[in-house]
């Protein structure tokens, strides 16, 4: 198995504890993995995107070529399609549809979504929405998280045994709000996505 | 052993703990701030109590870690690229002197200028002072080559340069540890003038190291590290430097590549490795991260190896970092890109944070300096640099770390009136105090901006040397004390601040002003962990 995985968002909105979830999901299983973050300059506030490569071969670059990402997962509309020529043909997107709104010229939504629904494979989910429906208003990331892994070649229950180990030590509660939220995101997806195209 | 999923940058402090090392030295600088704090927070490291609390600037970090050097133990000094170049004096001079116990000096470049303000290329800093340099190409190299780099050092009495690039330094993966080395004892060198660079005994030094060259080629020679992969088709070979290796065999899945590869991953380059893929080649395509480095060399001045191929003749391009794409247009394969970007996605470039301090200064200022006119604002490296961006548009110069004191001094001795420096705390004892001392010396007249958010904030928040003791600092180094205002930036003081900075510009002399409030990442984090924000409170 290969999963080429783009993550993408705004600096500070938590992509990289996805990331960290997924790489210790994939260590459980044993595999390969790379992972190029972004540190510096752009995580004030800049569109931030991390590469990320799970493997059952060695992975030779770490980050991933044009047109190669089977998913991207992004915890914001717009950024989610900052990175469209990297994804793959059969590729899927799977977005948050709530705007981080820090630009002036952020365009419109409607004409936003519009793009999104343009695109043959995606799921655009209002994790901020479900994260609060849950409970838990800072986990939208890993409501992202949960509504990408139906997409992701790893067993489910590998992701939360990441979360244990992501969040562990910030105590029972952070972990079962996040498992919360990761099952929310992953029931939404599932219930849109239409049967056999996964 | 253990296997641990890590950073390139975790993984050269991993290797460099357990290859002994007692003691790391650095100034933070994006990509290589992550080597010194997995020291600071590693637990082999505290239980040994290595040293690992931040430096004010690459210079001293650098000499403090020869110091150690001297006394036999094992150290490692890190910096960003332009780093390097403030530690440059005692770099290349380490050279001269050589080492006692084991020394790395690891430089983090930054093809594509992530987070800086050029792309240099440390490998001409180590072929300039003459001494190895090893680049890793993956995670697992990294460890390796920190793990045994104290060796190659101790064993030719000088110091070793680790080089990396943003892209391997922030890129995780999985390393294997090896077993956990006793630190070096404490002593002395056998000669007590080693380290006297006095001419007499420079010169013979520089002979002494003039003379290990031959040894460190061989060295090369022999390296794991360069090593040469047969191919059948020799109508080209190529030369893969560093992580440029990787960006190959992605191109060629499964060892498919039909060409002869020279992988070069330790320098100075092995000549004979190098002889026979351009002997055995119609073409040599050189692949490298940063700077034709190599590329120049085999190239020479009258290009007699025009075979020689890459970013000087524009098969690869002459600036940025690589990827698996330029690397696969340059051996000629067609790229596949995905769909294009749509035309609504608009820019998003960073920014201040919102609540940060320095935005209630730059309020102030850009409101005073209506009165004053436009381009007179010098200002530094850090989180503040933004403030060049729009809505503020107020600071006119960023060229390098205390340089908004110094070119205020020389705008004001051009007759820029009022001439202004903007500087964060770090920057300031980073390099800025020895600037302002020269406006002290002169009193020029100055106003010196020290926004002060008690952290070094654009690295991640590491501690500031100054917290605590600017007022002093300032006072001690000659600034009269009623020209040293301390003021609260936040929106409720703002005319406030408008007044005192008014007052400040129109003085004939040297006048400091620190606006004082917290980092808002930092002071969001304490609160936090201490259970007392409200959540959603502050978005970053």
Redesign the interface.
Known sequence: MKSDIILSGVGGQGILSIAATIGMAALENHLYLKQAEVHGMSQRGGAVQSHLRISENEIASDLIPLGKADLIISVEPMESLRYLPWLSENGWLVTNTTPFINIPDYPDMNVLLAEIEKLPHHIAINADEIARQVKSPRSSNIVMLGASSPFLDLPYESLEIGIKKIFGRKGEKVVQLNIDALKAGREFAIAHTPVGSR | MDKL?L?GAEAIAQGAIDGGMSGIYAYPG??S??ITEYVQHNKTARDRKLHSQWSANEKTAMESALGMSYAGKRAMVCMKHVGLNVAADAFINSAITGVNGGLIVTVADDPSM??SQNEQDSRFFGKFAMIPILEPANQQEAYDMAYEGFELSEKFKIPVMIRITT??S?????IERRELKNENPLTYPEDPIQFVLLPSNARKRYKGLLSIQSLLEQESEHSVYNTFIPGRDKSLGIIACG?AF??L??NY?SKSCPHPVLQINQYPLPFSKVEKIVDECEKVLVLEDGYPFVEEQLKGFLNINSKIIGRLNGTVPRDGEL???IV?SALGKE????????K??????????SGCSHRDIYNALNETMREFGKQKVFSDIG?YT?GALPPWNSINSCVDMGASITMAKGAADAGVRPSIAVIGDSTFTHSGMTALLDCVYENTPVTIIISDNATTA???GQASHATGRLEEICIGLGVKTEHVKVLTPLPKYHEEMVKTLREELLYEGVSVIIPRRECIVQSVAKNKKEGKVR??EV??
């Open positions: 999923l950073l994006t990509p701030t992550e992530h987070s892209r391997l922030h890129s995780r993966s999985g992580i990787n960006y065999k992605e899945p990827n698996p794409d696969a790229v596949k890109q995905g769909l294009p970007v749509p609504v996605v608009a820019n998003r470039p960073p920014e201040l944070c989180c933004l654009m690295t991640g959540t959603g978005k970053l």
